[in-house]
C-alpha cells in the first residue's frame, strides 16, 4: 500500500501528504493570545485595542522551543487608518525593520488602508517576514511602535488587538492560564507596564501576535483504516464479500526514510473483525527495525498506527508505503459451491481526524415543540424540502440577541402571536437581506435542524481577505453530501450543470476556476477579480421560499467569502454555553476554529488547526458500510456494518425486499437460500432521520 492508500482512510494528527509520501506538518503557529482574542465583555469604544501613538511602544514575547525554520511570518490582528501614510516600526531582538504603510508596499492589500471592499473598514491580520536569524530559542522580544507625529489617540495610524485575561476563562475547556508576556509603554520604551493595554489602559492580556514558522511540527501520526491483510484492503472485485480465510502468518515492512535525526514507530493491532470499533482487537503492538512478523494472528484484519518524529524541525521523516505479506490457507468449508457477489452498492464510513462534539437534539425539543416546526416541515415530500422550509422559517422569524459571551440558541427565536394566535413571521422585507446579524439567523437555522436530527452546522466564510459573512451547512440524506444554506437570505447554491445543490467546498472549488492565482494575503481575491461572475464559475442561486431563482441580486459578494472556510468542532451551545469561539464583531482567529484551505485558497498563517481534506473538513454521514463475511457453514454470513452517524440508534435491514427490522447490533449471521439473495441496509438514528440505503445481491448455487 502506497502513502496515498494509507492517507485515503487514514485519521492524519500533524501529519500530511506530500508528493508520495506522508510527512509531518511544515508549519508551526507560536501564539498565546488564540483563547481569548476578541471584545472582552464590557468592552466598548474598541478598548480592546492598542493605539500606536508617537512616544508608545507595545512590547510581545513569544517562546520558541526552536528557532530552526526555512522561514518566519510574523502576523498580528489590527487596522491601519484610512489613507495611512506613516510608517510602522518593529524590532524583533533588537533588530529593527520597517514596515511602510501599506498604500506604498502593497496597494493591491486595500482592505488594509481604506473601506472600499466592504461596508466598514474592519480589524485585519498583517503579515511581515522576518529574518530567520533573528529569532533565538527560548523568549523573544518583539516591539512595535509608530513614531509618526499625524498617529494621535483620536486617529491612530495602527492598532494592534488585545486579547484580555478575563476572557480565558470563556476561550477553551479547560481554560489556560495568563502568560504575562504583553506590556505596553508610553515614554518609548523607558518602563513598561503589563496590565495597562488599550485605548483606556485598563486591560492586563496579550497582544494579538502571533509567529508562523515554516518547520516541521516535533511529532505526528497516522492511524490508518483497517486493512484487510489478504487483499492489502483494496476495493474492487467481491471487496465486499470475504472469502472465509485463515491466516498463518502475517509480515509486514515499511517503507520509510529517516533522516539523522528523526524516527519513525509503527504499531500494529490485529482482530477478527473489519470494523475499528469492533470487539476482539489486540493490545498494539510495537514493530522492531520496522518490521513484524507475527504467526496466527487473532484475525485477518490489522490497523496500523505510525508515529513521526524529528529532533530538527528543518527535515522530516516520511513514510512511503507498507507492504503487508500473509500467509493464507482457504478454509475447507464444504465441496459446495459457494456465494458468489452479483451486485453492491455501498455506503461510506471514513472517519474524520478532528472529533466533533453534537447537540443533544433532546435540548432542542423544546423550541420544536413551542415554535410548532412540524407545522412547519408537514407535507414536505423530501428531506430536503423539509429542510429548505426550516430555513424560509429562520429566515422570518423574528430574533433576539445572542449573548456574545455565552451563546445559547434559546436565546434567538422569539415566540410571537398576532391576533388571531398564529406564530408570527417577519417579511416581506424591502430586499433579498433579512434583519440583524447574520449569526443569529443561522445559529437558529442549526438547532431548528438539529431538533429534527439532521445533522447541521454553523460555518464562517471569509477568504483573504473580505468581511466575514455565517452560514448553515446540513447534512443530505437525499444528496449524500453536505449542503450549505444561508438563512441570512433564504438560498442555497446550486451547479449550472447538473442542478445539484453544492457544499462550501464546492463553492470554493467553482469560484477557484475564474480566479487566476492562488488566494493569499498578499494577493486578495479582490485584487484578481473585482466580482465572481456567477454563471461563469458555473453556478446558480435558488431562494425555494420565494417562488422564483434569483441571479444573486445583491449578494455577489458572498461568492467572494466562500473558498477560506473556518468552523469550530462543536455545535452544542444548547448544552454548553461555553468555550465561546467568536466574541461577534471582532475577528476570527480563536483556537476553538478549525479551517479549510485548498490549493486556489492555501492555508491562512493566523490558524493553528487546519484541513484540506475532504473525509476530515466533510466527513461522510449515516452511511452504512457493510461487510459481508463467510463463515465455516455453507450458505451462512456474518455481516458487519460500520457507520459515522451522529445520534445512531439501530440499523434497518431488508431481506428479500421484505419489511424493515431493526438491528441494534453492528455484527449478526445471515442464512442464504438457494438463488438469489438480497440485504438491505441503512443507518437510523434515533430521531427516525434514515441514511442512504447500502445493498447486496448475492447469488447462492444448488
Same mark, same amino acid.
Given at each position: 500500500?502506497?502513502?496515498g ?15 508520495? $509520501? ?9 501564539e498565546?493570545d ?15 485595542f ?30 491601519e487608518?484610512d489613507?495611512?501614510?506613516?510608517? !510602522? ?13 501599506t498604500?506604498?508596499v ?14 466598514s473598514h ?15 530559542a527560548?523568549?523573544?522580544? +518583539?516591539?512595535m511602535?509608530?513614531?509618526d ?47 495597562? !493595554? ?9 497582544y ?17 483504516? /483497517? ?6 484492503g483494496?476495493?474492487? $472485485? ?6 472465509h ?8 515492512t ?19 473483525t473489519?470494523?475499528?470499533s469492533g ?8 514493530? @522492531?527495525? !520496522? ?7 487473532p484475525?485477518r ?5 505510525v ?7 528543518l527535515?522530516?521523516?516520511?513514510l512511503? $508505503? ?5 500467509k ?14 452479483l ?7 471514513v ?9 443533544k ?9 413551542r415554535?410548532?416546526?412540524?407545522? /412547519? ?34 436565546? !434567538? ?12 413571521l ?11 446579524h ?19 452546522r ?15 451547512? @446540513?447534512w ?5 453530501? =453536505? ?9 442555497y ?5 447538473s442542478?445539484l445543490? +453544492? ?7 467553482? @469560484? ?6 492562488p488566494?493569499? =494575503? ?19 442561486c ?7 431563482d ?12 466562500i473558498?477560506h ?18 466574541? /461577534?464583531?471582532?475577528?476570527w ?6 479551517t479549510?484551505?485548498?490549493?486556489r ?5 493566523e ?30 454470513l ?9 445520534w ?5 435491514v431488508s ?9 441494534s ?6 442464512? +442464504?437460500?438457494?438463488? @438469489?439473495n ?11 432521520v434514515? $441514511? ?11
Amino acid at each position: 500500500m502506497s502513502a496515498g492508500d494509507l492517507e485515503a482512510h487514514g485519521q492524519l494528527h500533524d501529519v500530511m501528504l506530500v508528493d508520495d $509520501g506522508i510527512r509531518l506538518r511544515d508549519r508551526v503557529l507560536v501564539e498565546d493570545d488564540a483563547t481569548a482574542i476578541g471584545c472582552p465583555e464590557g468592552g466598548e469604544n474598541r478598548s480592546w485595542f492598542e493605539p500606536l501613538v508617537s512616544g508608545a511602544r507595545l512590547r510581545k514575547i513569544l517562546v520558541l522551543d526552536d528557532n530552526r525554520a526555512r522561514a518566519v511570518l510574523l502576523t498580528w490582528c489590527g487596522t491601519e487608518a484610512d489613507g495611512n501614510e506613516a510608517a !510602522l516600526h518593529i524590532a524583533v531582538n533588537g533588530i529593527e525593520i520597517v514596515r511602510p504603510p501599506t498604500s506604498q508596499v502593497h496597494p493591491q492589500c486595500r482592505h488594509y488602508y481604506t473601506p472600499d471592499w466592504g461596508g466598514s473598514h474592519f480589524d485585519n491580520w498583517f503579515v511581515v517576514a522576518l529574518p530567520v536569524g533573528a529569532l533565538h530559542a527560548g523568549d523573544n522580544t +518583539l516591539e512595535m511602535w509608530c513614531d509618526d507625529e499625524t498617529s494621535t489617540a483620536d486617529s491612530p495610524a495602527w492598532e494592534v488587538m488585545v486579547a484580555a485575561d478575563s476572557e480565558r476563562h470563556r476561550g477553551c475547556d479547560p481554560p489556560l492560564p495568563a502568560v504575562g508576556r504583553s506590556a505596553f509603554s508610553d515614554d518609548g520604551g523607558s518602563t513598561w507596564d503589563a496590565k495597562r !493595554l488599550g485605548r483606556s489602559n485598563d486591560i492586563a492580556g496579550e497582544y494579538c501576535v502571533r509567529l508562523s514558522l515554516e518547520s516541521h511540527r516535533r511529532r505526528g501520526v497516522l492511524r490508518s483504516g /483497517v486493512i484487510d491483510s489478504t487483499t492489502g484492503g483494496q476495493d474492487g $472485485g467481491d471487496s465486499n464479500l470475504h472469502r472465509h480465510l485463515i491466516v498463518s502468518q502475517c509480515d509486514i515492512t515499511c517503507d520509510v526514510d529517516m533522516p539523522a535525526g528523526t524516527q519513525v514507530d509503527v504499531r500494529v493491532r490485529y482482530a477478527d473483525t473489519p470494523r475499528a470499533s469492533g470487539d476482539g482487537w489486540s493490545e498494539w503492538e510495537q514493530l @522492531v527495525d !520496522l518490521r513484524g512478523s507475527r504467526l496466527s494472528p487473532p484475525g485477518r484484519w490489522l490497523q496500523l498506527e505510525v508515529e513521526l518524529s524529528t529532533q530538527d524541525p528543518l527535515v522530516s521523516p516520511t513514510l512511503k $508505503g507498507v507492504h503487508v505479506e500473509a500467509k493464507v490457507e482457504v478454509a475447507q468449508i464444504d465441496t459446495a459451491p459457494r456465494s458468489r457477489l452479483l451486485e453492491s452498492r455501498n455506503g461510506r464510513a471514513v472517519p474524520s481526524s478532528f472529533d466533533y462534539a453534537w447537540e443533544k437534539p433532546e435540548m432542542l425539543a423544546d423550541l420544536r415543540e413551542r415554535f410548532e416546526l412540524d407545522a /412547519v416541515v408537514a407535507g414536505a415530500t423530501t428531506e430536503f424540502e423539509a429542510q429548505l422550509r426550516l430555513m424560509n422559517w429562520s429566515y422570518r422569524i423574528p430574533l433576539g440577541n445572542l449573548d456574545h459571551y455565552a451563546w445559547r440558541y434559546h436565546d !434567538l427565536p422569539q415566540l410571537e402571536r398576532d391576533a388571531d394566535g398564529a406564530i408570527r413571521l417577519l417579511g416581506p422585507y424591502e430586499g433579498s437581506r433579512r434583519q440583524g446579524h447574520c449569526l443569529y439567523c443561522n445559529l437558529t437555522l442549526v438547532a431548528a435542524l438539529l431538533s429534527f436530527g439532521y445533522a447541521a452546522r454553523w460555518v464562517n466564510i471569509s477568504t483573504k481577505h473580505t468581511y466575514g459573512h455565517e452560514v448553515t451547512e @446540513v447534512w443530505s440524506n437525499d444528496f449524500g453530501k =453536505w449542503v450549505h444554506l444561508d438563512a441570512t437570505r433564504d438560498f442555497y447554491v446550486y451547479d449550472l450543470d447538473s442542478g445539484l445543490p +453544492l457544499s462550501l467546498t464546492e463553492i470554493g472549488e467553482h @469560484v477557484g476556476r475564474v480566479i487566476p492565482e492562488p488566494v493569499t =494575503w498578499e494577493r486578495p481575491i479582490q485584487a484578481q477579480v473585482a466580482r465572481v461572475d456567477p454563471e461563469a464559475a458555473g453556478m446558480g442561486c435558488r431562494q425555494p421560499g420565494h417562488g422564483h431563482d434569483i441571479l444573486f441580486e445583491n449578494g455577489l459578494d458572498l461568492l467572494q467569502m466562500i473558498g477560506h472556510l473556518q468552523m469550530p468542532m462543536r455545535n452544542d451551545f444548547a448544552s454548553r454555553p461555553q468555550p465561546v469561539p467568536w466574541r /461577534v464583531s471582532s475577528n476570527w482567529g480563536s483556537s476553538e476554529f478549525v479551517t479549510w484551505h485548498s490549493e486556489r485558497f492555501p492555508p491562512k498563517l493566523e490558524y493553528e488547526h487546519t484541513t484540506g481534506r475532504l473525509q476530515d473538513w466533510e466527513p461522510v454521514l449515516q452511511e452504512a458500510r457493510v461487510h459481508l463475511i463467510e463463515t465455516a457453514t455453507v450458505g451462512q454470513l456474518r455481516v458487519e456494518v460500520e457507520t459515522v452517524t451522529p445520534w445512531f440508534e439501530t440499523f434497518e435491514v431488508s431481506v428479500d425486499d421484505n419489511h424493515w427490522l431493526s438491528q441494534s447490533e453492528s455484527a449478526w449471521t445471515w442464512s +442464504l437460500h438457494e438463488g @438469489v439473495n438480497h440485504l438491505r441496509v441503512r443507518a437510523c438514528n434515533r430521531f427516525g432521520v434514515r $441514511g442512504s440505503v447500502s445493498e447486496m445481491t448475492l447469488v447462492l448455487p444448488s
